[in-house]
């Protein structure tokens, strides 16, 4: 089975992100990436009622910027192409323009269910401007306002009505899910064929929740574990043809729908900025995080000591996260992957104790006062965890404007160093007391 796909396409600025937002039910960070066709391109899971969907939010189509708009145009025909639904949001306010028409032709090659929903509709003006977007030539024209979330429940209805019911798909929780990303040619594809061939029980191959994705059941120490292999582009064109722009769409569907992450790094390319951006995305969804670097056999002489000095260079924000070594092809090492799988999935779930949480924050503290602020300095009344998987602190503190970023890394580092938290994010939320 799988999510159904929702693709929000438009000009710049008619209100796409903030759509995006609201079908997530909370503000998503945008990791910058280089100018090009990922930057703007965002991935996540929305809900309506009974329904879960895959919602993707692309970058604006703008004939007048010739340096990235055929690129931007590529981004959307791939979303469209991947969408079951395609929401195309226009400005009620400045009515059809050029672009819209662009936009417009692209939907009409696609032959898929397209919903027109008319944004910044809260002014009179837009309300008279509403039918002059019938022009486009589709049957639904939605009007909503995006800033006073008018009109939402009119537009997720019409989204979700030709979901069928077994769409809605929800994996045993008590399986462990652990996706292989990272760029192509990397050997994610090796890696999962050289798990499933060491442990030589394959339950069965299932078509995974996504187009472009196979999940596979299989056992590992007598326990059933499923593998997410993000599979290769299957449809021709020159749309597909620059593979590594697009590889980050398809390595956010298996992102989210794993409770691990194994990133796979070539160790004969080395590090590559795209990496980073991958690996960005798995924390910025709160996933524990396996660095697999592989082909080690292809490099001559391989020094592990070098290479993680370079990773560590490389990924300053992820010195918490362990590295594997090893060779996908060869077999070499592929056993030490599935203990590190393990353990950082039991430490993303971990249970701190509030007694003990406490304690290492008030000796963190008491070592490191953090500096006043125009002559105000934090403090910190006390820390109870509220979540897993990522770890979550609440914190109560007297201002938590006085919160600054260094000293909140301290403070992580603090919890890591008392707790085993390898390979799972944490994530703090500070709290006024006054606010309780």
Partial sequence: MKLPTVALVGRPNVGKSTIFNRLMGRKISIIEDTPGVTRDR????????????????????DLSNEKFNEQIK???????????????????IEGLNQNDLEVRNILYR?????????????????????????????EKVIGISAEHGTGFDNLFKEVVSDFKEQDNFEWDEDKI???????????????????????????SDVAGTTRDSIDTPFN??????IIIDTAGMRKKGKIYEDVEKYSLLRAMKSIVRSDVCALVINAEEGIIEHDKHI?????????PLVIVVNKIDAVPDFDKKEFEKKIR??????????????SALKGTKVHTLMPEIIRVYENSRKELKTSLLNNVIRDAYDSNIPPSFKGRRLKIYYCTQTGVAPIRIDCFVNDKRLIHFSYLRYL?????????LEGTPIEFNFKNRSDE
């Fill in 74 to 92: 590529m981004q959307a025909e791939l979303a469209i192409d991947e969408a079951d639904v395609v929401v195309f949001v226009v400005d009620g």
């Fill in 313 to 326: 260079a490389e990924f300053q924000f992820l010195s918490y996260i362990p590295i594997v070594y090893l």
């Fill in 279 to 287: 690996a960005s995305y798995a924390i910025d969804e709160g996933k």
């Fill in 412 to 420: 992580e580092n603090q919890l890591r160093a008392n707790f085993d």
């Fill in 110 to 138: 696609s032959n898929k269910k397209v919903i027109v929903a008319v944004n910044k509709m809260d002014a009179k003006a837009s309300k008279d401007n509403l039918y002059d977007f019938y022009e486009l030539g589709f």
């Fill in 177 to 203: 899910k652990f996706c292989v990303i990272g760029r192509p040619n990397v050997g994610k594809s090796s890696l999962v064929n050289a798990i499933l061939h060491e442990e030589r029980v394959i339950v």
């Fill in 42 to 61: 965002i991935y996540g899971v929305g809900k309506y009622g009974d329904y879960k969907f895959n919602v993707i939010d692309t970058g604006g189509i």
């Fill in 220 to 225: 590992y120490d007598k326990k059933e574990y």
